[in-house]
T-cell receptor, first 114, second 113 residues
Framework: DQQVKQNSPSLSVQEGRISILNCDYTNSMFDYFLWYKKYPAEGPTFLISISSIKDKNEDGRFTVFLNKSAKHLSLHIVPSQPGDSAVYFC?????????????FGKGTKLTVNP | NAGVTQTPKFQVLKTGQSMTLQCAQD?????MSWYRQDPGMGLRLIHYSVGAGITDQGEVPNGYNVSRSTTEDFPLRLLSAAPSQTSVYFC????????????FGQGTRLTVV
């Protein structure tokens, strides 16, 4: 049973437009959510996170929104750039919010076209 | 700082062979974890450690052993490799406390034939 779901395997957007990546979760005990970006043949790199006590967190071009009642979060990238092309993973922390035990979605491959 | 260093980057094993994937971090993080990533899948937790001498199982621990004798090192051992263990393995380290992110190594691509 998948606890973190990214239902869109891929997304293609034009440079300069908004990219919206979605993530749903089923475990109401999750209290910390993270987005990671992954290029081929590299390890995941941390992008942005949000605590369950917040509904929005912004860092430059990246904003994460959390809707706890819907168990849904989304990552907005504005404006999208070709260098943003990568696989994006949504992850959730179990229990006390430490990231030593992350549960990952399957990822969404974002392609930003020039 | 090197961050999280994994060796080797690539490895081919025969079924039944054993090997150890090495992971070292120089950030003095208390927490370390091992994940595997299979095609079309997200990362799945194999084992993790919240400090030297303390380890615990994750979602997919079968076929793997770990130990944590120092803060810096967290090796992953395959005692008898199976084709089902063909995967990309990622090691991560995390500062202790709430709301901290995990830092990942570059991965080890393992093929078991």
């Amino acid at each position: 049973d998948q606890q973190v779901k990214q239902n869109s395997p891929s997304l293609s957007v034009q440079e300069g437009r908004i990219s919206i990546l979605n993530c749903d979760y089923t475990n109401s005990m999750f209290d910390y959510f993270l987005w990671y970006k992954k290029y081929p043949a590299e390890g995941p790199t941390f992008l942005i996170s949000i605590s369950s006590i917040k509904d929005k967190n912004e860092d430059g071009r990246f904003t994460v929104f959390l809707n706890k009642s819907a168990k849904h979060l989304s990552l907005h990238i504005v404006p999208s750039q070709p260098g943003d092309s990568a696989v994006y993973f949504c992850a959730a922390s179990v229990g006390q919010g430490g990231s030593e035990k992350l549960v990952f979605g399957k990822g969404t491959k974002l392609t930003v076209n020039p | 700082n090197a961050g999280v260093t994994q060796t080797p980057k690539f490895q081919v094993l025969k079924t039944g062979q054993s090997m150890t994937l090495q992971c070292a971090q120089d950030m003095n993080h208390e927490y370390m974890s091992w994940y595997r990533q299979d095609p079309g899948m997200g990362l799945r937790l194999i084992h993790y450690s919240v400090g030297a001498g303390i380890t615990d199982q994750g979602e997919v621990p079968n076929g793997y052993n770990v130990s944590r004798s120092t803060t810096e090192d967290f090796p992953l051992r395959l005692l008898s490799a199976a084709p089902s263990q063909t995967s990309v393995y990622f090691c991560a380290s995390t500062p202790p406390g709430q709301n901290t992110e995990a830092f990942f190594g570059q991965g080890t691509r393992l093929t078991v034939v």
